[in-house]
Each structure stands twice: as C-alpha cells, then as structure tokens.
C-alpha cells in the first residue's frame, strides 16, 4: 500500500523518486553487474529511506554500446538483468511495500540490430523504411546537412546498399525513429501500453526534446557563444533537431495512454500515473512541455540545480524564476544529479552534499534522488584502460566522461562493498571510501549521511508543508539562502548557509521557533528569537511560530 498524499494532491506530487542504475545497484550472479533480483533485494533500505517510487535506467534487451538506450526490444528484459518473470517479481516486491515503479521509455532511437531497423535497412521499399530517417546525400556526396550528433561527428551515417543517409541523434548504431509516421507512433504506444499491462506506475521518457525533427533537414544555426574546447555538438543551435514547435502533439498522445489505460491489480489507477521527460531546455522552453491546462507531462525535468553555481543568490535566484514561470496548477520538480552529470557531492564538496540534501527535500516539487546520494557518494576516477562509456570515447577525452558517476553502489565494508561477491570483477571501479562510505556503516550513525537523508524524509512525509506547501523566498544576505513553506497554518523556515564560514540570518517577524532538524546533529536544539546562527556548512529547517 503506498503512503497517503496530503488531500488534494497525488502520490507523485507528495513522494520522492529514487533512480536506479541498475547495473550498478546490486549483482546476485557474480558478473559484476547489477541485475533485477539485486534490486528487489534492496527494496527494504528504500523502504527504510522513505522514498516513494523508484526509477529504472534501462533495462530492455540491447548490444549495451550505449548501456541500454541502444534498444533491440522495448517490451523485453535484457538476460543481463534477469527476465521477465523477475522483473514482475520486482514489481509486486515494490508495491508491497508502497513503493512505485517507473521505467525508463526510450521512444527516439532503437539499436541498429532492432528487427525494425534491420528491416528498413534492407531496401527503400521496405514498409519499416519509413520509420527511420533517411535522406539523399548532399551535391557533394556528403551528409545531407550540418546536423551534428550528441556523441560527436555528423548526425548522419551512409548505408552504402542503399546510398543513402540515416540519422542518428546519439551513436551511429542508435538510428532515431521517424516519430511523424503514424505506424511508429502505434507501435511506441502500444509498449507503454504492454508495461502498464505489467503494473507499471509511470515512466520517465529519454530523449523527449529529440523526438521531431525539420522535415525540410534545414541546417542547425551557429551558436555563437562557442569556442574550441567546448562539446562539438555545442557549435550549432539545435533549432531544427530538438525542441521542434510541434512537439506537443506527442506529448497529447503519450499522455492520453498514461490517463486511459486500465490498471492491473496494486498498480497506479490510469489518474495516478506519472509522466517524467528528460529535457535539457531553458526554463521558458521547459514550461510549454507542461500542455495546455496541465495536459502535457506531469514533470518536465528541471535539470537547473545540476549546471547552476553553487552560491546562494545565484541558487536563490533560479528558484526564484523557475516558480514564477511554472503556468498556473502546473508542479515544479527538482533534479540535483542523475547518471549523466557528475555528483552532488563532487561538484559542491561531502560537507555541503549535506546542505545540498536538505535543500532538493526541502523545496517545493517533486524531487529526484540519484543512488548513492544518501550515502555521500562521489565521483570516481577511471583509468583510461577501464573506460566504458561511448561519450567518453568518442567525445568527451579520458577523464570527462558519465562513468565516474555510474560506480557501483557501496552498501557493505566487504570487499566487493556487497555489489557484488569479493571473487567478481564489478563493471566499474569501486570507490576508494567504499569501506567507509557505504549503507551498513552509516546506518544508525547520529551524524551520517544516510541517517540525515532518512530524517529529511521522514520529516518531509510528516510536515505537510515541506512536500505540498507553498514556496516564499525570504531575504537573506550573503552565502544564506532562506525560504519559507507554508500548507494550511503549518508554516515553516528553511535556512542554509552555502559556505563553510558561520553565518547569522536575521528571520524578521519570527517571534520564537523550535529548529525540527539540522544538518549537523551536534549543534543543540534552541529556541529562536528572530536570528538563528548558523554554523559552516549548515542548514536547518525551523517550525515558525509568528508575531501577530
């Protein structure tokens, strides 16, 4: 039975989302890579952690050149992780528990081996051509246009049968699909249909900028902000090949199939469910994904925190102007990292991960925790001859790539950090810290990380006003950032210092306040009379109580 949301609001709304990459969450078979029943073995410490559903990278059949996203059968479950019949073990696992599952839907691009590709490869007239995107080459016998791919190089690929071009957003063997073919949009319907069918809650949906492309292949803008140096895909504004104005249209479709499809037994009833679109987009561009009157999906991922400098004005200040865009009953999300961008605790050091927690749980909207976040994880370094991601290979240089934030989960001291068995070779490099840094050693520790995380969940299901409440900024100088959230008459203050130097924070028209909990435990509960010092590195949510 998952846990009540305050009246009003759904589970989506109130809950916090767990992602899991699962090949790097827990291996039970000794190949060092994570698998299903790995993560169904570990729905106890979710439980225990007090998130509310979890996410799961990709786990569909795939040649894993681009470690799932490369798809060959969207309604499958790669041998990697298990079957079928272990995934439908998970599921019910998880809703025992309350706990919500979402899975990662990948409708832009297959694996250059999916049966559908292979069919439209094999000629023009193929009835599968159609669902790709082909075009002649251009006069001189080079790409059709200047579209640049994510992963470097041009965006278009010969196929010296047929003489023509086929584009590809990412990897050469990632082909997208052609998403104003009917016959596509049928098929890619029916598999969020066929999970559903499985008690699927939701899905987080890859890619959702790229899904329309120019249909006149017009070429991409210079972007004139970039120098040598910076990503190559960065040279050209993306204005014919992502973000396309008619996009919505898609967002109409999937999100009637979410609201229509009945439910099986124990999962999200069709008004329940949610929809989640990776979208890497300014924030004036991110709204419309909301759809007219809320009918687009539900959380257009905010992605903001992850690329905005850590300093308080200037956090405060995209706060500020992500909620003064949000269209009236749309609901704001957050996203401090993910296994894409580097993690909390590298880019903003382990003592502020601590503030950084207290404030993505704090904040109003949906937030989106990263596996290993409430441990303090942190990037890890790998060695060239231990590279794995295509990005990194083709792009990025040694060092650069997404792998570092992708290092299997640390639970235990033993060798192996209890990922996998001591005798396996795990797929990426375990942390240095893992014997320190990991679940069973933190676990019932007064000041670690797990224990800070855990109480920031409990209390954000307990306080209404901290998951559903309304956001107010409060003025305050310096490396403070201050808010207020507000449900009802439950009223309460988050203040955070952003630097490791004390700080005092003047709270105007707060008479007297009980501190509900602090980053740092060893600092002693008080009563406030309009200022609160706070200590470096701290934070501390605040039970106001008003001057009338």
Not at 182 to 203: E, H, N, P
Not at 310 to 320: M, P, S, T, Y
Request: with cysteine; net charge negative.
């Amino acid at each position: 039975m998952s846990r009540p949301a305050p009246a009003g609001f759904t589970w989506w709304q109130a809950g916090v989302i767990y992602q899991i990459y699962p090949r790097s969450y827990a291996d039970t078979d000794g190949d060092g890579v994570g698998d299903l029943p790995g993560i169904t073995g570990r729905l106890d410490h979710l439980q225990r952690l007090g998130v509310d559903a979890i996410w799961l990278s990709p786990i569909y059949p795939s040649p894993m050149l681009d470690f799932g996203y490369d798809v060959t059968d969207h309604t499958g479950i790669d041998p990697l992780f298990g079957d079928l019949a272990r995934f439908d073990t998970l599921i019910a696992e998880a809703h025992q528990r309350g706990l919500r599952v979402l899975m990662d839907f990948i409708p832009n691009h297959t694996s250059d081996r999916h049966p559908w590709f292979t069919a439209a490869r094999s000629g023009r007239h193929d009835p599968y051509r159609d669902w790709y995107l082909w075009a002649d080459p251009a006069a001189d016998g080079g790409p059709p246009n200047n579209w640049r791919s994510v992963f470097g190089g041009p965006a278009w690929t010969l196929d010296g049968e047929s003489g023509q071009y086929f584009y590809h957003a990412y990897l050469p063997q990632q082909p997208d699909l052609n998403w104003r073919n009917r016959a596509v949009r049928a098929a890619q319907l029916d598999i969020m249909r066929t999970w559903l069918d499985r008690g699927v809650d939701g899905f987080r949906i890859d890619a959702f900028r790229h899904l329309l492309k120019d249909d006149q292949l017009r070429d991409n803008p210079p972007k004139p902000q970039w120098r040598v140096g910076m990503a190559p895909y960065d040279a050209l504004l993306p204005e014919h090949t992502a973000d396309h104005p008619d996009i919505g249209d898609l967002v109409a479709l999937i999100r009637a199939v979410i609201d229509n499809h009945p439910a099986p037994r124990g999962a999200a009833a069709p008004g329940d469910r949610v929809l989640i679109g990776e979208l890497y987009l300014p924030i004036e561009r991110l709204m419309r994904y909301y759809g007219p009157a809320g009918a687009g999906l539900h959380l257009p991922s905010n992605m903001h925190l992850i690329d905005t400098p850590w300093q308080a004005e200037r956090v405060g200040a995209l706060i500020d102007a992500y909620e003064a865009a949000l269209p009236a009953g749309a609901w704001p999300n957050w996203v401090s990292g993910n296994h894409d961008r580097s993690r909390i605790a590298t880019r903003v050091g382990p003592a502020q991960a601590r503030v950084a927690a207290m404030l993505l749980l704090t904040l109003r909207g949906t937030p989106t925790l990263y596996y290993g976040e409430e441990i303090g994880m942190h990037d890890v370094p790998i060695p060239s001859e231990l590279v794995q991601d295509p990005y990194e290979r083709r792009v990025a240089g040694v060092g650069l790539g997404r792998d570092p934030e992708r290092t299997p989960m640390q639970w235990t001291a033993d060798p192996g950090a209890g990922f996998c068995a001591p005798h396996s070779r795990p797929w990426l490099p375990l942390a240095e810290d893992a014997a320190v840094v990991n679940v069973a050693t933190q676990n019932g520790q007064e000041d670690s990380m797990v224990t800070l995380y855990q109480r920031l969940l409990a209390l954000r299901r307990a306080v209404p006003a901290l998951s559903v409440g309304s956001y107010s900024p409060l003025q305050a100088a310096g490396d403070v950032l201050a808010y207020v959230r507000e449900h009802q008459s439950q009223r309460i203050v988050v203040a955070l210092n952003l630097s490791d130097r004390p700080r005092t924070v003047a709270l105007s028209g707060i008479s007297r306040g009980r501190i509900l909990l602090s980053t740092d435990p060893h600092r002693p509960t008080r009563q406030l009379a309009g200022t609160v010092i706070l200590g470096p590195d701290q934070g501390v949510i605040i039970d106001e109580a008003m001057t009338s």
